[in-house]
């Protein structure tokens, strides 16, 4: 496998590793992992679900050979899952061994300011890098080699929660108030952030990411990235397929296809042994793309048009 800096040293050797990992992506996409990479900056990447957002930070993993640390967030997400927390348990423990030799600690103590003293310098103990539970952006500061830090769904957590982040995006250091702070290893990692755009992200974010949308491909791009990910099914069935998928898109749905359901409908075709799309086979392997029933009953009356429409082209 070429070193990091072989496959970093240009945004065209970045294009190329993508797709010898089987992702297709534009020069877009390419020129911001390439600056995210030289530039040491986190992506905000939006866009609508199913483009390839996660995926394009597990496959920059792969490529650069690097180790994947992932945080899916959500509501309520706050430090102790993100960051670290303390080992409660082991402090309990240990809480019980003090008691069990408070005898031997205190020996020597004279009078109660000394005993105190004491027992606060053993105190100190529970908070060391022994009880430490780190979690995810900890984990990922701590990688000595690097690696490729995935905060999925930002847009999912509170506005309090990316305060958290700030620090870590600028940084690349996170404060522990009982330790101190904690700077990322010689190679600090490689952050995506996802959002679907499902609520704004505050502007103190935004500024310390380097900022990339991925749109829906156009249809040349899309059958690129099909004969990536289903490279059996035939060239004519590949273009029928993603025009159509295309069509729909058009129309007024709930949920529009993305790709993952367009590279799903393409292995579905071949495991029915498909050589052109019909109106029967679409409307029995509709699910797969659609995934609401109301939007399956509005398609439905189009199905012949669509299908008819692109037989023609």
């Not at 190329?16 to 390439?34: G, L, P, R």
């Not at 020597?108 to 060391?128: C, P, Q, T, W």
């Not at 904690?182 to 600090?188: D, G, I, S, Y």
């Not at 974010?205 to 040349?220: A, E, T, V, W």
Request: charge should be negative; glycine fraction near 4%.
């Amino acid at each position: 496998m070429a070193s990091i800096e072989k496959i970093a040293e240009s945004v065209e050797t970045i294009k190329t590793e993508f797709e010898k990992h089987q992702y297709i992506c534009s020069d877009q996409i390419a020129t911001a992992v390439y600056l995210a990479y030289h530039l040491r900056k986190p992506i905000l990447i939006e866009g609508p679900p199913g483009v390839g957002k996660t995926e394009l930070a597990k496959t920059a993993s792969e490529m650069f050979d690097l180790s994947l640390i992932r945080l899916q967030c959500y509501e309520g997400l706050d430090e102790s899952k993100a960051i670290y927390e303390w080992k409660y348990g082991k402090q309990l423990l240990y809480t019980q061994v003090l008691k069990d030799a408070l005898d031997e600690v205190l020996q020597g103590a004279k009078g109660f300011r000394e005993s105190v003293n004491k027992l606060h310098d053993f105190g100190d103990i529970f908070f060391s890098e022994e009880f430490l539970e780190p979690r995810p952006l900890l984990k990922a500061l701590r990688e000595e080699e690097g690696c490729v830090l995935l905060i999925d769904e930002v847009d999912k957590s509170d506005h309090e929660f990316e305060s958290l982040l700030l620090e870590i995006l600028s940084d690349f250091q996170v404060s522990i108030p009982e330790i101190g702070t904690v700077k990322a290893q010689k190679e600090p990692p490689m952050v995506f952030l996802t959002s679907n755009n499902t609520r704004e992200i505050s502007d103190a974010l935004k500024r310390r990411c380097l900022h990339l949308y991925i749109p829906f491909p156009d249809s040349d791009l899309e059958q690129k990235i099909i004969h990536a990910r289903v490279p059996e099914i035939p060239p004519e069935l590949r273009k029928q397929l993603v025009d159509f998928i295309h069509e729909l898109r058009n129309l007024d749905l709930k949920k529009v296809p993305a790709i993952s359901e367009t590279i799903d409908w393409a292995k579905t075709l071949l495991l029915l042994h498909t050589e052109s799309l019909d109106s029967q086979l679409v409307k029995d392997t509709l699910n797969v793309i659609l995934k609401f029933q109301e939007d399956i009953e509005n398609v439905d009356g189009e199905i012949a048009s669509i299908t008819a429409k692109i037989n023609k082209t």
